[in-house]
């Protein structure tokens, strides 16, 4: 295998989470601002209802079943030469998505009254007449997902990561503009049209990266009778059911979010918006690996998926466990420091606070939820999924019919935060007949081994916060602030030395090979042989 095979993997990695991380710095900035600018209340509980109005009809092209369906179809059939077939069904998928979207826009737009009703009954009338006019003004941005989503597999499928990565921030990037520009006139109805305009920009220069670098090469068909489009719809179909039920899950939780005090749907959102950049960070692992666990599956060597499934997770374990447990410990003055200013008070603060560090539970389990959902697609198991999904789903909205409504803010939190492990264990129990041994991705000495000092980490830092305490000066937050950090980090790292946990090396490997910080191995004459494309490993993982 030549040097810059054994390296591609690991520069895509790095792309991705440069760009991961661009991104949820972007987010987080932009609710900053948001938050600064109109509080904890009616006009941001309106804003973010809304936003569901999209997630509830776009989860299914966007984050459900649909690429990871068509991924394999589409690799596979360029895997075996057939380009002209592989661009016949990615412009046959296209085009049905842009119908399905076009007639999902207009339910929107039409039905928003009944929606918003159904989906908050517990706002009044001023802030539902609020919220439906933001759900209209945001059906742009439900037409442009759901697109933005399959293309963006068509391009990864292609080994084209960085770009889609990086034009997703483009929405982030309009809404911060708005609000810099903006001052005592600025409307929440402004954010809606930078939405909805970002969304726009970034589908017509991503359908222009596809096209330029001939990933896409589109043409206004559906081909009906072909066997990969008829594959992909036998293989979708299992799935409407799961899919109904995640969408009545969020509407399970939205419904009770409404009946709860004004502002607890913003104190979430702000919350969310910090835990799903740490969820999306650990989420491009599984992004990237994706084509090769397609491809091992393939060469019916599930040993080798099961190994390179357990060294991934064991990665994915020393960033994930200390991410959690550090955010559950220091939640309270991060909120401080990067929210209250503004209209975003003390009380604000302490809820935000709250809700991010319930959420924080999840993440521990998050990276490893997308690595088992990445090969239960790759070994052609959709039905798996959709069983483990369905399962999830209807825990999900049991607790929150009764943790949400019982505890409110911090019950619907941490309804949140139990979701990854609810869904990793199904994956787990229902991979044990794919993968071998399976079970040893999780049970095994270097997870407990990382899982003892993350929380050995997480006390060390509790006592430092209470030694500190709560000074009134920002700049004194933030020294006191960074501090914890690098104790946390420092003593994480200590620890793991202590436990003998060698996989750290690993680690630090991965990560200089991501930010080209590694030195190129020299690579003799008999190393350089042609390797197919069919098979690509990824040992520098």
Same mark, same amino acid.
């Given at each position: 295998?030549?040097?810059?095979?054994?390296?591609?993997?690991?520069?895509?990695?790095?792309?991705?989470?440069?760009?991961?991380?661009?991104?949820?710095?972007?987010?987080?900035?932009?609710?900053?601002?948001?938050?600064?600018?109109?509080?904890?209340?009616?006009?941001?509980?309106?804003?973010?209802?809304?936003?569901?109005?999209?997630?509830?009809?776009?989860?299914?092209?966007?984050?459900?079943?649909?690429?990871?369906?068509?991924?394999?179809?589409?690799?596979?059939?360029?895997?075996?030469?057939?380009?002209?077939?592989?661009?016949?069904?990615?412009?046959?998928?296209?085009?049905?998505?842009?119908?399905?979207?076009?007639?999902?826009?207009?339910?929107?737009?039409?039905?928003?009254?009944?929606?918003?009703?159904?989906?908050?009954?517990?706002?009044?009338?001023?802030?539902?007449?609020?919220?439906?006019?933001?759900?209209? #003004?945001?059906?742009?941005?439900?037409?442009?997902?759901?697109?933005?989503?399959?293309?963006?597999?068509?391009?990864?499928?292609?080994?084209?990561?960085?770009?889609?990565?990086?034009?997703?921030?483009?929405?982030?990037?309009?809404?911060?503009?708005?609000?810099?520009?903006?001052?005592?006139?600025?409307?929440?109805?402004?954010?809606?049209?930078?939405?909805?305009?970002?969304?726009?920009?970034?589908?017509?220069?991503?359908?222009?990266?596809?096209?330029?670098?001939?990933?896409?090469?589109?043409?206004?068909?559906?081909?009906?009778?072909?066997?990969?489009?008829?594959?992909?719809?036998?293989?979708?179909?299992?799935?409407?059911?799961?899919?109904?039920?995640?969408?009545?899950?969020?509407?399970?939780?939205?419904?009770?979010?409404?009946?709860?005090?004004?502002?607890?749907?913003?104190?979430?959102?702000?919350?969310?918006?910090?835990?799903?950049?740490?969820?999306? #960070?650990?989420?491009?692992?599984?992004?990237?690996?994706?084509?090769?666990?397609?491809?091992?599956?393939?060469?019916?060597?599930?040993?080798?998926?099961?190994?390179?499934?357990?060294?991934?997770?064991?990665?994915?374990?020393?960033?994930?466990?200390?991410?959690?447990?550090?955010?559950?410990?220091?939640?309270?003055?991060?909120?401080?420091?990067?929210?209250?200013?503004?209209?975003?008070?003390?009380?604000?603060?302490?809820?935000?606070?709250?809700?991010?560090?319930?959420?924080?539970?999840?993440?521990?389990?998050?990276?490893?939820?997308?690595?088992?959902?990445?090969?239960?697609?790759?070994?052609?198991?959709?039905?798996?999924?959709?069983?483990?999904?369905?399962?999830?789903?209807?825990?999900?909205?049991?607790?929150?019919?009764?943790?949400?409504?019982?505890?409110?803010?911090?019950?619907?939190?941490?309804?949140?935060?139990?979701?990854?492990?609810?869904?990793?264990?199904?994956?787990?129990?229902?991979?044990?007949?794919?993968?071998?041994?399976?079970?040893?991705?999780?049970?095994?000495?270097?997870?407990?081994?990382?899982?003892? %000092?993350?929380?050995?980490?997480?006390?060390?830092?509790?006592?430092?916060?209470?030694?500190?305490?709560?000074?009134?000066?920002?700049?004194?937050?933030? #020294?006191?602030?960074?501090?914890?950090?690098?104790?946390?980090?420092?003593?994480?790292?200590?620890?793991?030395?202590?436990?003998?946990?060698?996989?750290?090396?690993?680690?630090?490997?991965?990560?200089?090979?991501?930010?080209?910080?590694?030195?190129?191995?020299?690579?003799?004459?008999?190393?350089?042989?042609?390797?197919?494309?069919?098979?690509? %490993?990824?040992?520098?993982?």
């Amino acid at each position: 295998m030549t040097a810059p095979r054994q390296s591609s993997a690991a520069a895509s990695l790095g792309a991705v989470t440069a760009s991961t991380v661009a991104g949820g710095l972007l987010g987080v900035l932009s609710n900053v601002l948001l938050a600064a600018r109109f509080g904890r209340g009616v006009a941001t509980d309106a804003f973010f209802m809304a936003q569901s109005l999209p997630l509830l009809f776009g989860k299914f092209f966007q984050t459900g079943p649909l690429p990871q369906v068509v991924m394999p179809i589409f690799l596979e059939a360029r895997a075996q030469g057939r380009e002209r077939a592989a661009s016949r069904y990615a412009s046959s998928m296209i085009t049905v998505v842009v119908l399905a979207a076009a007639v999902s826009s207009a339910v929107v737009w039409f039905a928003a009254p009944w929606l918003i009703r159904l989906l908050a009954p517990g706002f009044d009338g001023e802030t539902r007449s609020l919220t439906i006019g933001l759900a209209r #003004l945001l059906v742009p941005v439900l037409l442009c997902t759901v697109l933005i989503s399959l293309l963006t597999g068509f391009l990864n499928a292609s080994r084209i990561f960085a770009w889609p990565e990086w034009l997703a921030r483009l929405p982030s990037l309009a809404l911060i503009a708005v609000m810099a520009a903006g001052a005592a006139w600025l409307r929440i109805e402004a954010l809606a049209w930078a939405l909805a305009v970002g969304s726009l920009v970034q589908l017509g220069l991503l359908w222009l990266v596809g096209t330029r670098r001939r990933a896409l090469a589109y043409q206004p068909l559906v081909a009906w009778r072909e066997e990969a489009f008829q594959t992909t719809w036998r293989r979708l179909s299992p799935f409407l059911l799961s899919a109904a039920v995640v969408q009545a899950q969020l509407v399970v939780h939205r419904l009770v979010t409404s009946l709860q005090p004004l502002g607890t749907l913003s104190a979430l959102s702000y919350a969310e918006r910090i835990s799903n950049f740490l969820v999306a #960070l650990l989420g491009a692992v599984p992004m990237v690996l994706f084509p090769q666990f397609i491809h091992d599956a393939l060469a019916a060597d599930r040993a080798v998926l099961r190994r390179r499934l357990t060294r991934m997770a064991g990665l994915v374990a020393l960033l994930s466990f200390p991410m959690a447990v550090g955010l559950i410990v220091v939640s309270e003055p991060f909120i401080r420091l990067l929210f209250e200013r503004g209209r975003f008070d003390a009380l604000a603060t302490r809820e935000t606070a709250l809700a991010l560090g319930c959420l924080a539970v999840g993440v521990a389990a998050s990276g490893l939820a997308g690595l088992c959902k990445a090969v239960a697609y790759a070994v052609q198991r959709p039905a798996l999924v959709n069983i483990t999904v369905i399962g999830a789903s209807a825990a999900a909205m049991a607790l929150t019919l009764t943790l949400g409504r019982w505890w409110g803010l911090p019950g619907l939190a941490l309804v949140w935060g139990l979701v990854p492990y609810l869904v990793a264990a199904g994956y787990l129990w229902q991979l044990r007949r794919d993968v071998p041994a399976i079970h040893q991705v999780v049970w095994n000495g270097t997870v407990a081994r990382i899982a003892l %000092a993350a929380c050995g980490m997480g006390a060390l830092c509790w006592v430092v916060r209470q030694g500190l305490g709560t000074p009134p000066a920002w700049w004194h937050q933030a #020294l006191g602030l960074g501090l914890t950090v690098l104790v946390g980090a420092g003593s994480y790292w200590g620890l793991l030395s202590g436990l003998g946990v060698q996989e750290r090396h690993e680690l630090v490997a991965v990560l200089r090979r991501a930010t080209g910080l590694a030195r190129p191995q020299p690579v003799s004459p008999a190393a350089r042989v042609p390797q197919s494309d069919q098979v690509v %490993a990824v040992e520098s993982f």
